[in-house]
C-alpha cells in the first residue's frame, strides 16, 4: 500500500520561511509527477506548484519567486520551500503523487502565517 507523508509545517510569521517534506513509500514501481495543493478556510483545494521526474516545475502565479519545489528521487521525496511568507499563504498545504499510474494525497499539513 501507497502512502505520503507530510512533515514539516507550523506558524510562522509574515515574511518567515517554511520547508515542507512529502515522503512516498510502498509498493512502489515508478513516480511521476509530484507536486502540492493547498486549501484554506472556506475555499477549494488549488494547486501551488508540481515536478515531473524530469525535473520540470509549475508554479501558480501567486507563489512565483517566492516558493521552490524540488525532489529527490532515491528518497521519493518531494519537498517545498517557502520563503518570503503571506498570511494569504495560511492553508493545509496537501502533497500529491501520480505513482505506477495512481494519484495519492498525502493527509496534509497546516501553515499558518501570522504575527
Known amino acids: 500500500q501507497v502512502q505520503l507523508v507530510e512533515s514539516g509545517g507550523g506558524l510562522v510569521q509574515p515574511g518567515g520561511s517554511l520547508r515542507l517534506s512529502c515522503a512516498a513509500s510502498?509498493?512502489?514501481?515508478?513516480?511521476?509527477?509530484m507536486g502540492w495543493y493547498r486549501q484554506a478556510p472556506g475555499k477549494q483545494r488549488a494547486l501551488v506548484a508540481t515536478i515531473n521526474s524530469g525535473g520540470t516545475t509549475n508554479y501558480e502565479d501567486s507563489v512565483k519567486g517566492r516558493f521552490t519545489i524540488s525532489r529527490d528521487n532515491a528518497k521519493s521525496t518531494v519537498y517545498l520551500q517557502m520563503n518570503s511568507l503571506k498570511p494569504e499563504d495560511t492553508a493545509v498545504y496537501y502533497c500529491?503523487?501520480?505513482?505506477?499510474?495512481?494519484?495519492?494525497w498525502g493527509q496534509g499539513t497546516q501553515v499558518t502565517v501570522s504575527s
Open positions: 500529491n503523487a501520480r505513482i505506477d499510474n495512481r494519484f495519492y
Open positions: 510502498g509498493s512502489i514501481f515508478s513516480i511521476r509527477t
